[in-house]
């Protein structure tokens, strides 16, 4: 597996006062990739979960023998159908959620759009939480979108915290 540099460690007390964190060694182990995607013009492609009040970065699960950009470009073909060249490593970030009893491990790319969008191809979930893709007309507008969201259910607050470290740190380094 690559390794990135690791810009965040999140757990239950930094997102939720007063929380304590469990023992993790028996958790379930995620690997997602995720992007900060720009189309031609410097939008910034997100995704509007609006059942849950919040906005996130493409991305997903890696499967089985997948690298690391594969994944990540398979993962914005479905979610936003935008085929796209993966241009740089923004770094990791490990989240350990008690409530899922999951310890992930997120890695974040800068990349570009490169050809026209083609149809999305949600996962029911995806669906259920009311996925839809929003092109902010930058990377200071997506930090604000993520700065103003109020998620409504467990994981948006890990989400938020998580994208928005990354949206910073592609803001700094674009």
């Known amino acids: 597996m690559q390794i990135m540099k690791i810009l965040q460690i999140i757990r239950d007390s930094n997102v939720f006062d007063g929380s304590e964190n469990l023992p ?4 379930f182990k ?5 992007a900060v995607l720009f189309d031609q013009d410097g939008r910034v492609y997100l995704l ?21 950009e594969d994944a990540v470009r398979r993962e914005l073909l479905e979610e936003v159908g935008c085929p796209a060249d993966v241009s740089s490593e923004l770094g990791e970030i490990v989240e350990y959620r008690n409530d899922d009893k999951m310890e992930q491990h997120s890695y974040c790319y ?12 949600l996962e029911e979930s995806e669906i259920e939480e009311g996925a839809k893709t929003v092109i902010a007309n930058n990377i200071d507008e ?4 993520l700065e103003n969201d109020q998620p409504t259910n467990y994981e948006g607050h890990f989400i938020q915290m998580r994208d928005l470290r990354f949206l910073r740190e592609a803001r700094s380094v674009i």
């Not at 993790?24 to 958790?27: A, E, G, K, L, N």
């Not at 509007?48 to 690391?68: A, C, I, R």
């Not at 800068?110 to 191809?121: C, P, R």
């Open 48 to 68: 509007k979960m609006s059942t849950y009040n919040y906005h996130k970065l493409p991305g997903g699960g890696v499967d089985e023998g997948e690298s690391l």
């Open 24 to 27: 993790s060694d028996d958790w």
């Open 142 to 145: 997506a930090i604000n979108l």
């Open 30 to 34: 995620r690997q997602a990739s995720r």
């Open 110 to 121: 800068v990349a570009h759009q490169s050809g026209d969008l083609v149809e999305t191809a």
